[in-house]
């Protein structure tokens, strides 16, 4: 497949021109362009070159990545995160309630799933907690859900 294209190093511009038209593939086909996206990537890391792929586009993430969490920010409509409007609390309080139970599952599945031998509570916290900030996929959904009405 890719191998004859890593001798020429286009094997990273080809890969991201299959994202990108992938992408755009999802939105004409009425997805999300990051469904697109993600499976092309899924595609892409399951090929020879997956690993030379991803060490090779880690920059562009970098790029990438900031702007998609800039753009889903933006959709954001702050007055909504005004806890004085009473019309907000509900949905203040789903938030508040959403954000315990993530946390809380996280931590707890550093608890069951971690099980070396001659673990410390301390070495199942740290793992707990430290998948508390892994919500990028949340806000992917949350996109999906919001360009699908």
């Known amino acids: 497949g890719m191998d004859k294209f890593a001798s020429l190093n286009v094997v990273a511009p080809l890969a991201l ?3 990108f038209l992938f ?6 086909g009425g997805l999300s362009t ?3 996206a993600f499976v092309a990537g899924l595609l892409l890391n399951r090929t020879e070159q997956g690993a030379t792929i991803h060490h090779q586009l880690l920059p562009v993430s970098g790029f990438l990545a900031p702007l998609f969490f800039v753009g889903v920010g933006a959709q954001l409509d702050i007055a909504l ?3 004085f409007d009473a019309g907000n609390l509900p949905t203040l309080g789903m938030a508040l309630l959403l954000t315990v139970f993530a946390v809380a599952g996280k931590w707890l599945a550093g608890w069951t799933v971690y099980t070396r031998k ?4 301390l ?3 740290f793992i707990g907690v430290g998948m508390v900030p892994r919500g990028e996929v949340g806000l992917i959904f949350v996109q999906v859900g919001k360009s699908a009405g």
């Not at 992408?23 to 004409?28: E, F, I, K, T």
């Open 34 to 36: 990051v469904i697109g």
């Open 17 to 19: 021109a299959f994202v």
């Open 81 to 83: 995160l005004n806890p």
């Open 123 to 125: 070495d199942r916290n």
């Open 118 to 121: 001659g673990a410390k509570p």
């Open 23 to 28: 992408g755009v593939l999802s939105d004409v």
